[in-house]
């Protein structure tokens, strides 16, 4: 495998999706050293970011501490990648790798989810237009079944079996639009090192794949994602 720099390429960017308990942490960490161990200089980013001004007032929100219009905390939630969007592309451009533990597509389905009658996915989407578009993300899979042995919820907002059931069922459609985005499903109901073997797999096919002496290119609308391919 081709070290970063190396060239002049740039790096990869690279989105782990998924339910609550789909084992999105872990992976992400085994991710992180399996790009490291092939040569890659790596950063790790998780959205929300909860350390800046505005992600500090969405983890307040997530804890329940304060209250917010729906509208309101999706657009902080949006604010929350682009204030670090241009970090993301100056490091990818400078041939780091960038892994990023939820993205615009959990953006947009949990608070489609919250079924608004004024807050449709499209317009969930439409902040999200412009921001990188991940060279690849990886959507790890798991029954309701599977994540319920996995232990309860945390107390946050959203942990519950109504939003869990709709978040799944809004992946599918935001993944079947946005098509542009290459989208790999992992099922990840299975043990640790399986999920990992098919995820390095899948890294090392991507990291051919990429042309990476072309810059990142960036999420377009949901309808021009299905209608380009
Ligand atoms: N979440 C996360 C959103 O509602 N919108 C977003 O844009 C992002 C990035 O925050 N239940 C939700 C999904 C999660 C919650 O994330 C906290 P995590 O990865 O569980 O800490
Ligand atoms: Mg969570």
Wanted: proline content about 3%; hydrophobic content about 35%; aromatic content about 8%.
């Amino acid at each position: 495998m081709v070290a970063n720099g190396a060239r002049g390429e740039r790096g990869v960017l690279i989105v782990v999706e998924g339910l609550d308990r789909a084992g999105k942490s872990s992976q992400c960490e085994y991710l992180r050293n399996f790009l490291v161990q092939s040569g890659h200089s790596v950063k790790y980013i998780r959205f929300p970011d909860r350390t800046t001004s505005i992600g500090k007032q969405i983890d307040s929100y997530l804890r329940g501490q304060s209250q917010l219009d729906d509208h309101s905390i999706h657009l902080l939630f949006s604010a929350n990648r682009w204030e670090l969007a241009q970090s993301i592309e100056s490091d990818v451009a400078s041939g780091t790798s960038v892994i990023i533990d939820r993205y615009s597509y959990s953006g947009a389905v949990y608070s489609a989810a919250k079924a608004n009658p004024s807050l449709s996915l499209e317009w969930a989407w439409s902040p999200e237009i412009g921001l990188p578009q991940p060279d690849l993300c990886l959507f790890l899979q798991i029954s309701p079944e599977e994540a319920a042995k996995r232990g309860g919820f945390g107390g946050e907002r959203y942990e519950n079996e109504t939003m869990q059931v709709r978040v799944r069922e809004l992946f599918k459609t935001v993944f079947d639009l946005q098509r542009r985005a290459d989208v790999r499903t992992v099922d990840a109901g299975r043990p640790l090192q399986e999920v990992s073997q098919d995820i390095s797999n899948i890294i090392t096919a991507c990291i051919t794949r990429v042309d990476r002496t072309s810059p990142l290119q960036k999420l377009t609308s949901l309808s021009s994602g299905a209608m380009d391919s």
